[in-house]
């Protein structure tokens, strides 16, 4: 993955797409940064984690730009997230999502919305940078009836 990233960085400058470029640098300081923090090299699902954590960041400030009326920044922020998806997996749709929910709420026995803990981490390695997660949380809830 991080191979990856390196050599779409390459391709950028070469195409001179200042935008992806920028993005692309972004994650890659991001990964770099963990690897530094933590003392690791960093494998696919950890550089997945931190992707998805960084479209979380973007899809709360977008929300923040709107309610404060600056489109423009919020445009770059939807940018910036169309150029982190291209390294994620691909997106689970709603059904998968549903399935996914309701096969770990029959693995952990949930019944109730004390169990949700559970049900998370159950589903949350399996879908980690491929579905919004306070989705996720959305649909748990509503199949454990609250």
Known sequence: ??????????????????????????????????????????????????LDKMLKQRRESI?????????????IEEAEILVIQDFLPKALTEDEITE???????????????DMGKVMRIVRSKMIGRADMAV???????LLGV
Request: hydrophobic content about 45%.
């Open 1 to 50: 993955m991080l191979d990856r990233l390196k050599s779409e960085m390459k391709a950028a400058m070469k195409s001179r797409q200042k935008e992806r470029l920028g993005v692309i640098r972004l994650i890659l300081s991001a990964t770099k940064q963990v690897e530094v923090d933590e003392r690791i090299e960093l494998d696919d699902a950890r550089v997945i984690a931190v």
């Open 63 to 75: 929300k923040q730009y709107r309610d404060a009326n600056r489109v423009d920044l919020a445009e």
């Open 100 to 114: 996914i929910v309701q096969a770990a709420i029959s693995e952990s026995s949930a019944s109730s919305i004390k």
């Open 136 to 142: 996720v949380s959305t649909k748990i809830k509503a």
